[in-house]
C-alpha cells in the first residue's frame, strides 16, 4: 500500500511546488507591468555610474523591489548610499534577507556558495529574458549580437527585454507581449556564485537562451556533458574587435553559457510579457518554438504546445 501511495504523495507534494512557483513568476510578471507603467521601460540589469560612465554591476531586481512591497530593504543601506549610488559592494547587505519569490521552492541551497558576494546571501531561481544569439539564425540582424557588448565570456543578445543598460519598453515589444518571454527559471548548478542583488560585469543575472542546441534543463546539478554553442557579433561604429563564439563548454562548469532549467520535472516555469505565465517542456524544439519566444522583435510567428 504505502508503494502504491508514495509516488502519488509525490506528484501531489510536486503539483503544489509548481503552482508555488507559477505564483512567483506572476508576481514578477505583475512586477514588471507596474515598474513599466510608473518608469515607461522594464529595468535595466546593469546601471551606468551617476557620471554615465562605467557600470554600476546591479541586477533588474533593483529595479523592481519598489513594486514588491520591498522598498524598506534601501533602509539597510549604508548611510549616504541608495540605489541610484549603490554598487555591487553594497549588495551583501540587501542579500542577506531572503525573498520568498524569488526562490523555487524546490530549491535546496537557497544561498551563494563561491564566486560574487560569498558569505551566504541568498540567490534568486528566476532571469529575465536577454535574448536570443545564434549565428546560424534568421533574420541574421535580430539573432547575432552587438559587438558593442561584445565580452571573452560570451554573447550578450539584445533582443530580449532586460540586457546590458537595456531600456526596452511595451512598444519596442514588436513581437507582441503574448508571443515574447519575459522570465524564467535558472538551474546551473544551483547557480551558486550569484546573489539576487548583483550582476557580474552584466553577463550573469539574466538568462539566455541562445543556441538551439543547448536545451532546457540541461545546465542541471550533476549533469556531465559539453554542447556546442555558435553566436557571432554584427559590425558597429564602435571599433570594438570581432568576438565569434564556437565552443563546447562543460555543463557542470559555472559559467555564462547557460539555458534556462529548473527543479521541476519535465520543464521549467517561463512567463511572458503579457502577464501568463506557462509551463516550458524540456522537449520543446529551441530553434523554431523557443528562441523566437525570447526575441522581441525577429517578426518570426511560433506556438507554444
Known amino acids: 500500500m504505502i508503494a502504491l501511495l508514495l509516488p502519488a504523495v509525490q506528484a501531489a507534494r510536486e503539483a503544489t511546488r509548481r503552482m508555488q512557483c507559477t505564483n512567483n513568476v506572476k508576481q514578477l510578471s505583475l512586477a514588471l507591468h507596474n515598474c513599466h507603467d510608473a518608469t515607461g521601460t522594464f529595468p535595466s540589469e546593469v546601471y551606468p555610474n551617476a557620471a554615465g560612465t562605467g557600470d554600476r554591476q546591479i541586477s533588474c531586481y533593483m529595479g523592481l523591489i519598489w513594486y514588491i512591497e520591498k522598498s524598506n530593504l534601501t533602509n539597510l543601506l549604508p548611510a549616504g548610499v541608495t ?15 531572503e525573498i520568498s519569490f524569488f526562490l523555487c521552492p524546490n530549491v535546496t541551497d537557497k544561498k551563494n556558495k563561491t564566486g560574487n558576494n560569498t558569505g551566504g546571501n541568498f540567490i534568486a531561481s528566476y532571469m529575465a ?66 546573489t539576487w542583488a548583483r550582476s557580474s560585469a552584466a553577463t550573469l543575472c539574466y538568462a539566455k537562451a541562445f543556441a538551439e542546441n543547448v536545451p532546457i534543463n540541461l545546465y542541471k546539478k550533476g549533469v556531465t556533458t559539453t554542447y556546442n554553442i555558435k ?18 563548454p562543460a555543463v557542470t562548469a559555472q559559467t555564462t553559457y547557460g539555458p534556462w532549467g529548473s527543479y521541476h520535472p519535465g520543464g521549467v516555469v517561463g512567463g511572458l510579457c503579457d502577464g501568463s505565465v506557462r509551463f516550458l517542456s524540456e522537449t520543446i524544439d529551441m530553434r523554431t518554438i523557443l528562441m523566437r519566444f525570447a526575441s522581441r522583435n525577429d517578426g518570426q510567428t511560433a506556438s507554444l504546445p
Request: hydrophobic share 35%; net charge negative; glycine share 8%.
Open 129 to 194: 529574458n536577454s535574448g536570443a544569439a545564434e549565428s546560424e539564425m534568421t533574420p541574421a540582424s535580430i539573432y547575432s549580437w552587438d559587438k558593442t557588448y561584445a565580452s571573452t565570456n560570451g554573447p550578450r543578445p539584445t533582443n530580449g527585454i532586460i540586457f546590458y543598460r537595456s531600456k526596452i519598453g511595451m512598444n519596442d515589444i514588436a513581437d507582441g507581449t503574448s508571443n515574447t518571454l519575459s522570465w524564467s527559471e535558472i538551474a546551473w548548478n544551483e547557480f551558486v556564485g550569484m
Open 83 to 97: 540605489v541610484d549610488t549603490m554598487t555591487h559592494q553594497n549588495t551583501n547587505v540587501l542579500c542577506a534577507t
Open 231 to 248: 553566436a557571432s557579433a554584427t559590425a558597429t561604429s564602435s571599433g570594438a574587435i570581432d568576438i565569434d563564439v564556437d565552443i563546447n
